[in-house]
RNA sequence: GCGCCGUUAGCUCAAUUGGCAGAGCAGGGGCCUUUUAAGCCCAAGGUUCAGGGUUCGAGUCCCUGACGGCGCACCA
């Protein structure tokens, strides 16, 4: 694109060589970050002079007269550059003026003052291009209003901005915050993890047998092999395999891919954490998640309590922990304990005047009467427990009532942010589990499960019980930045390719 | 996959019933040596998402498509 914008700027970019000026210098001479070289002027006695070399990028640019007020940007701040003709001369000031755009990174060298309305500022005795920006940012500007930054001209086209993920982060500081945050939570999750003796590990995202979950998967393809490849769309039956080769406590954080619907709360890709504990069942699980997700916000938010989409969270344990079955009489009235079968399910959901998928199971069934009445209102962190075995074919069945398993899901915020369950560890019981899934799923079926004959080979050769657990990172993130949409939280959401 | 809504200048947005496409900011020219959305003056800037159609005349109405947002469906 050669519009008039960056015609003007390439004829400063023309300018600066002209004058045998390199306007993309490898390397930079900072001796300061904005927040540091603010520190340093605070931090020094009075007649001290604090010279520093600040590098950053120009963010706004107010001429006046024979003196320029500007500000750069940098990782930690902003700092305002105050150039003046007195003192860097009429040529040097004439450059800034007509070589130098909002955008371009530079590189500022002078000693600091405060100005008469109190911002520490660096009278500039020297200035250097660092980087030629020869499109201009999507412009934003902002305004101080009682201590508040009012932005005008926001660039907030969600569009736009996930598509330029780069111009979005560099002109709204918020959205860089959302990723810091996100770091911090993973680092976080981490430290908890750590701390109890888990070990991480990485475990193959190519894989000839998907499994471990109810989803679609992507399709590759290995050239060598002559062999289609799935690409992981969870990681249970690999960690589960660690167990059994004497691995106690193992998580992972990774990519898990699943070709099914985007919406907002789902991505094809995202960001998972599962780990699985040795000699730990469902209910200790219950206690660490509670304690995991308080960890976190208070290592990254100070506290427990937050603030999201207009309602207060408070995940302090304990968590709110009801039976599945409980809570779904609860809120539809059909206690589905009394109703043993599909059929008779499905006539009692009818009587109720409740809608229901046409072809599902009685534990599909049970799923749906779960997503659309019970989840919703679980606003407040909640446990639900013991589920119907045949939605949960890797989970343990309850001694006292083969139907249900010892499996939970976490609910904050009307969604889902967690699954775990005591793991299935009897190698006879699992393949049989894996020959139900085959007689009720059809051939062309997306939930249809390839059996994983080396899984169960690895459990043949004993797997210690154990609790695992799994959690999507993105949702957690959503949670503690108040983001109401999976992509806000996502570097590079996946968006349709788009000519232009 | 379905429904509703949207797409206008680099950005954020206007445009009456179908009647000359505008503003602020950014960018260009000028004035201004402590400003901070600096201010003031001047000039410029458009494939109105794309393609068809109706009409004397379409940003506006109709059809098709692309992309997006929201909702629904799908999601061991």
């Given at each position: 694109?050669?519009?008039?914008?960056?015609?003007?700027?390439?004829?400063?970019?023309?300018?600066?060589?002209?004058?045998?000026?390199?306007?993309?210098?490898?390397?930079?001479?900072?001796s300061?970050?904005?927040?540091?070289?603010?520190?340093?002027?605070e931090?020094?006695?009075?007649?001290?002079?604090?010279?520093?070399?600040?590098?950053?990028?120009?963010?706004?640019?107010?001429?006046?007269?024979?003196?320029?007020f500007?500000?750069?940007?940098?990782?930690?701040?902003?700092?305002?550059?105050?150039?003046?003709?007195?003192?860097?001369?009429?040529?040097?000031?004439d450059?800034?003026?007509?070589?130098?755009?909002?955008?371009?990174?530079?590189?500022?060298?002078?000693?600091?003052?405060?100005?008469?309305?109190?911002?520490?500022?660096?009278?500039?005795?020297?200035?250097?291009?660092?980087?030629?920006?020869?499109?201009?940012?999507?412009?934003?500007?902002?305004?101080?209003?009682?201590?508040?930054?009012?932005?005008?001209?926001?660039?907030?086209?969600?569009?736009?901005?996930?598509?330029?993920?780069?111009?979005?982060?560099?002109?709204?500081?918020?959205?860089?915050e959302?990723?810091?945050?996100?770091a911090?939570?993973?680092?976080?999750?981490?430290?908890?993890?750590?701390?109890?003796?888990?070990?991480?590990?990485?475990?193959?995202?190519?894989?000839?047998?998907?499994?471990?979950?109810?989803?679609?998967?992507?399709?590759?393809?290995?050239?060598?092999?002559?062999?289609?490849?799935?690409?992981?769309?969870?990681?249970?039956?690999?960690?589960?395999?660690?167990?059994?080769?004497?691995?106690?406590?193992v998580?992972?954080?990774?990519?898990?891919?699943?070709?099914?619907?985007?919406?907002?709360?789902?991505?094809?890709?995202?960001?998972?954490?599962?780990?699985?504990?040795?000699?730990?069942?469902?209910?200790?699980?219950?206690?660490?998640?509670?304690?995991?997700?308080?960890?976190?916000?208070?290592?990254?938010?100070?506290?427990?309590?937050?603030?999201?989409?207009?309602?207060?969270?408070?995940?302090?344990?304990?968590?709110?922990?009801?039976?599945?079955?409980?809570?779904?009489?609860?809120?539809?009235?059909?206690?589905?304990?009394?109703?043993?079968?599909?059929?008779?399910?499905?006539?009692?959901?009818?009587?109720?005047?409740?809608?229901?998928?046409?072809v599902?199971?009685?534990?599909?069934?049970?799923?749906?009467?779960?997503?659309?009445?019970?989840?919703?209102?679980?606003?407040?962190?909640?446990?639900?427990?013991n589920?119907?075995?045949?939605?949960?074919?890797?989970?343990?069945?309850?001694?006292?009532?083969?139907?249900?398993?010892?499996?939970?899901?976490?609910?904050?915020?009307?969604?889902?942010?967690?699954?775990?369950?005591?793991?299935?560890?009897?190698?006879?019981?699992?393949?049989?589990?894996?020959?139900?899934?085959?007689?009720?799923?059809?051939?062309?079926?997306?939930?249809?499960?390839?059996?994983?004959?080396?899984?169960?080979r690895?459990?043949?050769?004993?797997?210690?019980?154990?609790?695992?657990?799994?959690?999507?990172?993105?949702?957690?993130?959503?949670?503690?930045?108040?983001?109401?949409?999976?992509?806000?939280?996502?570097?590079?959401?996946?968006?349709?390719?788009?000519?232009?």
């Amino acid at each position: 694109m050669t519009d008039r914008l960056t015609q003007a700027r390439l004829r400063k970019l023309d300018r600066l060589r002209k004058e045998g000026l390199d306007p993309y210098p490898a390397r930079s001479s900072r001796s300061h970050t904005s927040s540091a070289a603010i520190e340093a002027f605070e931090a020094a006695a009075k007649d001290e002079q604090v010279r520093v070399v600040v590098a950053g990028r120009l963010r706004s640019i107010r001429e006046m007269g024979k003196t320029v007020f500007a500000h750069i940007e940098d990782t930690d701040g902003r700092l305002q550059l105050y150039l003046r003709q007195d003192q860097l001369g009429p040529d040097q000031l004439d450059l800034f003026l007509e070589a130098f755009d909002l955008g371009d990174f530079i590189q500022a060298e002078g000693e600091l003052f405060r100005t008469r309305t109190g911002e520490v500022t660096v009278r500039v005795a020297s200035f250097l291009m660092l980087s030629k920006a020869i499109y201009p940012l999507p412009a934003a500007k902002e305004e101080l209003v009682d201590d508040e930054i009012v932005v005008h001209s926001a660039f907030d086209n969600p569009e736009a901005r996930y598509r330029q993920r780069y111009a979005d982060l560099a002109v709204n500081p918020e959205v860089r915050e959302v990723f810091r945050t996100r770091a911090r939570i993973i680092d976080a999750l981490r430290q908890y993890l750590n701390n109890l003796g888990f070990l991480e590990v990485e475990t193959p995202v190519l894989q000839f047998i998907y499994g471990g979950a109810a989803a679609e998967p992507f399709v590759t393809h290995h050239k060598q092999l002559h062999r289609d490849l799935y690409l992981r769309i969870s990681f249970e039956l690999y960690l589960k395999r660690l167990l059994v080769g004497g691995l106690e406590r193992v998580y992972e954080i990774g990519k898990d891919f699943r070709n099914e619907g985007v919406d907002r709360t789902h991505q094809p890709e995202f960001t998972q954490l599962e780990f699985y504990m040795a000699y730990a069942d469902y209910q200790v699980v219950m206690d660490v998640t509670e304690d995991m997700i308080t960890y976190v916000a208070e290592q990254v938010l100070g506290g427990t309590q937050f603030e999201y989409q207009g309602r207060t969270i408070d995940v302090t344990p304990p968590w709110g922990r009801i039976e599945l079955r409980a809570a779904i009489a609860e809120q539809t009235g059909i206690d589905y304990a009394e109703h043993n079968t599909e059929n008779a399910l499905r006539t009692a959901i009818s009587k109720a005047g409740i809608e229901a998928p046409e072809v599902a199971s009685r534990g599909k069934l049970i799923e749906h009467l779960l997503d659309h009445h019970v989840v919703p209102e679980l606003i407040q962190p909640t446990f639900l427990y013991n589920y119907p075995r045949d939605i949960s074919p890797l989970a343990k069945a309850d001694v006292n009532n083969p139907e249900s398993v010892e499996r939970f899901e976490g609910f904050v915020a009307g969604m889902e942010i967690c699954n775990a369950f005591t793991e299935l560890n009897d190698p006879v019981e699992q393949e049989q589990r894996f020959l139900e899934m085959g007689r009720t799923h059809g051939e062309d079926d997306a939930d249809r499960h390839p059996l994983d004959e080396d899984y169960l080979r690895a459990m043949r050769y004993g797997m210690p019980p154990n609790g695992g657990f799994g959690m999507g990172v993105d949702r957690l993130t959503m949670l503690l930045t108040d983001r109401s949409s999976i992509r806000e939280v996502i570097l590079f959401p996946h968006l349709r390719t788009k000519e232009n």
